[in-house]
């Protein structure tokens, strides 16, 4: 079988005018609230992808910034399984493919810019480009980071918290398009480009378990902001 070409594809940064914070279902990344972002433009930070895939590799592997990392990542796992699925049940590719995966970003990792969210929008765009796989990408996006699925689309996005338990309805919506308001300019200073302490991942556990306020802001909160920032967008 004759070696695929290498497929790049770069995705932008997203940052989240209401905040999606805390999760419903872990596994699957549900949220528990809907979320609103406006994308960045790539030509100041992105993340940048290239996949290959090809019958003599022998088995996954990924490189990350330059460096050589594990695969044993479960979102990464979760990520290229339900692209390896899609591609199987819907072309016929061969889904079982090995994959090689170099990623990096221009700007810092995990200090707070939603590196995660454009790396795992970038990933997935570009499995789908490897393996031919067409259609929504967002369901398979929101496993790896839960905003990546808002990075793969520009302007302003809606993730949908959705209510089925499979998530098949937790996608997300472009809502107004990159040209909506053109003079819209986003300044970003980069105070510290250290790690952060505290992920995510692990502040939203800590909120979910400990904070009655988070529940007022999913119940009370979040819907008359949404609707008030959909107004103010579309004056």
């Not at 990096?104 to 789908?128: D, I």
């Not at 967002?138 to 520009?154: E, H, P, V, W, Y």
């Amino acid at each position: 079988m004759k070696m695929a070409s290498p497929v790049t594809c770069i995705a932008p940064v997203n940052i989240a005018v209401i905040k999606y914070w805390g999760k419903r279902d872990e596994k699957l990344i549900l949220p528990l609230n809907d979320s609103l972002s406006a994308t960045l433009s790539t030509e100041q930070m992105h993340a940048k992808t290239t996949v290959m895939i090809s019958p003599n590799f022998t088995k996954d592997r990924i490189w990350l910034n330059g460096k050589e990392e594990s695969f044993e990542n479960p979102r990464l796992i979760a990520c290229i399984r339900e692209i390896r699925k899609r591609a199987s049940s819907t072309n016929g590719k061969n889904g079982e493919l090995k994959v090689h995966v170099c990623s990096e970003n221009n700007f810092p990792t995990a200090a707070g810019l939603a590196s995660s969210a454009a790396g795992y929008a970038c990933l997935v765009y570009t499995l789908g480009k490897a393996f031919g796989v067409e259609g929504d990408l967002t369901t398979i996006a929101r496993q790896g980071s839960g905003s990546a699925c808002r990075s793969l689309m520009g302007g302003f996005v809606r993730w949908m918290k959705g209510t089925q338990n499979d998530g098949s309805d937790s996608i997300a919506e472009q809502v107004f398009d990159e040209n909506h308001w053109p003079n819209m300019r986003v300044l970003i200073l980069v105070v510290s480009d250290s790690r952060k302490k505290v992920s995510s991942t692990s502040g939203m556990q800590l909120s979910v378990k400990t904070s009655d306020l988070l529940k007022h802001r999913v119940q009370n909160v979040v819907p008359q902001r949404t609707k008030e920032i959909y107004s103010g967008f579309g004056e």
